[in-house]
T-cell receptor
Framework: GNSVTQMEGPVTLSEEAFLTINCTYTATGYPSLFWYVQYPGEGLQLLLKATKADDKGSNKGFEATYRKETTSFHLEKGSVQVSDSAVYFCALRTAGGGNKLTFGTGTQLKVEL | DTAVSQTPKYLVTQMGNDKSIKCEQNLGHDTMYWYKQDSKKFLKIMFSYNNKELIINETVPNRFSPKSPDKAHLNLHINSLELGDSAVYFC??????????????FGNGTRLTVT
C-alpha cells in the first residue's frame, strides 16, 4: 500500500533560518506528491505539488523536489517567517485505489522572533 | 466565494445523539471526500464519492453514513455518537477521480466534541 513518513515535530526555528522538513514515501504505482499546510484553526491548503520524477514544486518561497531514486520529497525554505508557523503535511496520490490522498503524520513548525 | 464549505464549524453534543455535517463545493468537481483528523493531527480518509457514487469506505463504523444528493454535496450523518468520535472532520473535493495529479481542495473543518 501507500504510506508517507515525515519527520516528527515540533520544529522550532528563529526567523530567517533555513527550513527542511523531511518526507519519504512508499507507493504502489507512480505517485504524485503534494505538500499541504494547515494554519491554526483552518483547513488544509495546497502548498505545492510535483507529478513526476525530478519535478520541483515551488510556492511562497517553499520548494520540494520529487526524488524517485530516494523516494523523497523534502520541503525547504531559505528564510522562514513567523507567519510560516503551521502544520505541514506531505501527501501522495496514485492512480487506482480510489485515488485517495494519503498523508504523513504532519510536522508542526514554530518560528520565533 | 468559498470553494468547499462545511457547516457547522463547531458541534458539541452528548454521547448517544445523532448529528449531521453538511458539505458543499462550488468548484464543479466530480469527486468529494470525508477525512477525519484526530487530536494528534493525523488525517485519515473515511469516504469518497464520485458523481454521487460511493467509491471508498475505509472501514468506518456503520454509524457513519455519507449521503450525496448531487455531485456538489456530500453530507455526513453520525448515529449514536461516541466519545471517540471527537475529532475534526474535513470535507474535500477534486476534479477527477482518475487523475492522480489533481489536488484535493479542503473545507475549513468541523470540530466535533462529544461529551
Amino acid at each position: 500500500g501507500n504510506s508517507v513518513t515525515q519527520m516528527e515535530g515540533p520544529v522550532t526555528l528563529s526567523e530567517e533560518a533555513f527550513l527542511t522538513i523531511n518526507c519519504t514515501y512508499t507507493a504502489t504505482g507512480y505517485p504524485s506528491l503534494f505538500w499541504y499546510v494547515q494554519y491554526p484553526g483552518e483547513g488544509l491548503q495546497l502548498l505545492l505539488k510535483a507529478t513526476k520524477a525530478d519535478d520541483k514544486g515551488s510556492n511562497k518561497g517553499f520548494e520540494a523536489t520529487y526524488r524517485k531514486e530516494t523516494t523523497s520529497f523534502h520541503l525547504e525554505k531559505g528564510s522562514v517567517q513567523v507567519s510560516d508557523s503551521a502544520v505541514y503535511f506531505c501527501a501522495l496520490r496514485t492512480a487506482g485505489g480510489g485515488n485517495k490522498l494519503t498523508f504523513g503524520t504532519g510536522t508542526q513548525l514554530k518560528v520565533e522572533l | 466565494d468559498t470553494a468547499v464549505s462545511q457547516t457547522p464549524k463547531y458541534l458539541v453534543t452528548q454521547m448517544g445523539n445523532d448529528k449531521s455535517i453538511k458539505c458543499e463545493q462550488n468548484l464543479g468537481h466530480d469527486t468529494m471526500y470525508w477525512y477525519k483528523q484526530d487530536s494528534k493531527k493525523f488525517l485519515k480518509i473515511m469516504f469518497s464519492y464520485n458523481n454521487k457514487e460511493l467509491i471508498i469506505n475505509e472501514t468506518v463504523p456503520n454509524r457513519f453514513s455519507p449521503k450525496s444528493p448531487d455531485k456538489a454535496h456530500l453530507n455526513l450523518h453520525i448515529n449514536s455518537l461516541e466519545l471517540g468520535d471527537s475529532a475534526v472532520y474535513f470535507c474535500a473535493s477534486s476534479q477527477d477521480l482518475g487523475d492522480r495529479n489533481s489536488p484535493l481542495h479542503f473545507g475549513n473543518g468541523t470540530r466535533l466534541t462529544v461529551t
